[in-house]
């Protein structure tokens, strides 16, 4: 049973003679525990994509499911709540509060949500899972990219959502940091029982993934599950013949199927 469904989705931005379709028709299912990497090149819709499942923005046709229940019935506050409870955001850019250390970012949602009790301890278990525990009280200004970064995937996780949306989230990080950050969301899969949807243009993320989506045109073009000891080098050899997009950047060590 899927998590997470997409069915005929359609985003159409503008009117008129400057109508652009985003997505034409997308579908697809996410089961649970499952670790799914959506490629593309540049403007094949797979930031459109994540943030309609995400009901960060809604589709023009076509309906989203998470976990049962269809994001278009939502008013803005079930949409809200049901964002906060059940789907963890990692950004490229971060989006931590600056004026808050990493324990009191982690722990946010759960004081947005209303929690009276634990709400330190589950904050300070995610940073701790994260290799953060000796930096509980520092600023986001006080952290590496690499770091804040895990403080942001530990903030995702805290509410034990039922999908992490991972939106190019190596995207400011250097090799060291990017690797560790995946292997990260590869426990995350593998041991902590989480679902991750992750949208990325680089065979290297995207070889720590279970499968694959590829996207071209608001299309989706091919569907491939990995299978051990497929490399980015793999991945980008695919992806340029399922979407003609030919780039392909050098793999990070170790940047393998796991």
Not at 197 to 211: E, S, W
Request: aromatic share 4%.
């Amino acid at each position: 049973m899927a998590i997470l469904e997409a069915q005929n989705l359609i985003k159409v931005y503008g009117r008129g003679a400057a109508a652009v379709t985003a997505l034409n028709g997308v579908n697809l299912s996410v089961a649970p525990q499952e670790f799914v990497a959506i490629m593309g090149p540049s403007g094949s819709g797979k930031s459109t994509l994540l943030h309609l499942l995400g009901g960060l923005d809604t589709p023009t046709a076509g309906q989203v499911l998470l976990d049962g229940t269809n994001l278009a019935k939502l008013d803005d506050k079930a949409l809200t709540i049901l964002r906060r409870q059940k789907i963890g955001f990692v950004f490229q850019f971060f989006n931590l509060i600056p004026v808050l250390n990493a324990l009191e970012n982690v722990a946010l949602p759960l004081v947005l949500d209303g929690a009276q009790q634990n709400t330190t301890e589950r904050a300070r278990a995610e940073l701790e899972r994260m290799d953060m525990g000796d930096r509980l009280t520092h600023r986001p200004g006080e952290l590496s990219g690499g770091q804040q970064q895990r403080v942001a995937l530990a903030r995702a996780l805290v509410s034990a959502p039922a999908v992490i949306l991972a939106d190019e989230p190596t995207g400011n990080l250097d090799s060291r940091g990017a690797e560790d950050l995946l292997r990260l969301l590869r426990r995350a899969v593998a041991d902590w029982g989480r679902t991750i949807v992750m949208v990325t243009h680089d065979p290297r993320m995207a070889a720590y993934a279970d499968r694959i989506v590829f996207m071209k045109d608001g299309t989706i073009v091919d569907d491939t599950r990995l299978s051990a000891g497929q490399s980015a080098t793999d991945v980008a050899e695919r992806m340029e013949r399922v979407t003609g997009d030919g780039s392909a950047p050098q793999p990070l060590a170790g940047a393998a199927r796991h």
